[in-house]
């Protein structure tokens, strides 16, 4: 069973910044995809950012202020957030696929608040 333990949240001011580390489990080089998602206070939760098969997207709204990465070495996948905004406050989660199953971890919460 892999798991994945997400950590690096906290409470930020707008305008300040968080990494966001997830570390697995077990070696992370056969997943096809990773990637972040988060939940806002009573929404549904989003993709924010992923890598799939070395390929990267992102959500509008974090373009050009989140940036995602994988270490293969320390079967990490990060997600440095840069010019947090109060919107940015959610649970964010780390999600993992491998030959066709879904792992998630736990969350970890970043609140941006003056």
């Known amino acids: 069973q892999v798991q994945l333990v997400e950590s690096g949240g906290g409470l930020v001011q707008p305008g300040g910044s968080l990494t966001l580390s997830c570390a697995a489990s077990?070696?992370?080089?056969?997943?096809?995809?990773m990637g972040w998602y988060r939940q806002p206070p009573g929404q549904e939760r989003e993709l924010v950012a992923h890598?799939?098969?070395?390929?990267?997207n992102y959500i509008e709204s974090v373009k050009g202020r989140f940036t995602i990465s994988r270490d293969n070495a320390k079967n990490t996948i990060n997600l440095q957030m840069n010019n947090l905004k109060p919107e940015d406050t959610a649970v964010y989660y780390c999600?993992?696929?491998?030959?066709?199953?879904?792992?998630w971890g736990k969350g970890t919460l970043v609140t941006v608040s003056s």
């Open positions: 999600k993992a696929e491998q030959y066709g199953i879904s792992y």
């Open positions: 077990t070696s992370i080089r056969t997943f096809y995809r």
């Open positions: 890598i799939v098969n070395g390929v990267i």
